[in-house]
């Protein structure tokens, strides 16, 4: 493995468990066994390593987000969507346990951020109106499109949040490390959210998967 990637590679681990604003560059350098000019001739600073990998985020949560080309969603489609994203912010999970320090103390990643999220939750929206179009969840009360942006934008909110809520709520002491169990509660979660909008045949699948998903938040259930 090359020494760009070793880094790149090494920086994410320590950003997950220890938190980025507990990391240097030194200490990345100290892990790989490499010298820290090593390290600069790849990556000038701390802030060059932390935007390739929200590249590597970006782009995962893009393919995570795809709608299928040919083909009706099916219910299914709602469940892998969200396992998918759940698994893109466990891999990256230190971008949102540190989230408001990474866009403030870095102007470039900030920018880049915003329409990231725009980006999501507009595809977040033509999955939702293709939920309702597929008959999966049901709109007859409301406005189709209406829903899909309400719905897209809850959903975003607690995907991107959910990390803080564990941290800072369920968990039974600060800087503990995050357990991958509780983040995919936030499957449940979403789902639960969606419950009295199901139609009949697609609340069988969405029952199974909560049930699937679910894991006891300690001091909440």
Excluded at 97 to 111: F, K, Q, T, V, Y
Aim: hydrophobic fraction near 45%; proline fraction near 5%.
């Amino acid at each position: 493995m090359k020494t760009r990637e070793r880094i790149l590679q090494a920086s994410l681990s320590l950003f997950n468990e220890q938190g980025e604003r507990q990391v240097t560059t030194n200490h990345i350098a100290a892990h790989l066994g490499i010298s820290p000019g090593n390290l600069y001739y790849h990556f000038r600073n701390k802030e060059q390593i932390v935007a390739e990998l929200f590249s590597r985020y970006e782009a995962q949560i893009a393919d995570s987000l795809a709608l299928p080309g040919e083909r009706s969603l099916v219910a299914e489609d709602k469940v892998h969507y969200l396992e998918t994203l759940f698994e893109g912010i466990w891999d990256y999970r230190f971008l949102y346990r540190e989230l408001e320090h990474l866009l403030i103390s870095d102007p470039a990643l900030s920018a880049r951020f915003r329409p990231f999220a725009q980006r999501c939750i507009a595809q977040g929206r033509a999955i939702y109106q293709g939920l309702v179009e597929a008959g999966i969840l049901c709109a007859e009360r409301t406005d189709p499109q209406a829903l899909a942006q309400a719905m897209a934008i809850n959903s975003w909110l607690l995907l991107t949040n959910w990390v803080s809520f564990v941290c800072s709520v369920v968990s039974s002491e600060p800087g503990q490390p995050l357990d991958q169990r509780l983040l995919r509660r936030g499957v449940h979660q979403v789902l639960a959210l969606e419950r009295g909008l199901l139609t009949p045949e697609a609340a069988v699948v969405v029952e199974q998967a909560m049930a699937d998903f679910y894991q006891p938040l300690p001091g909440l259930d």
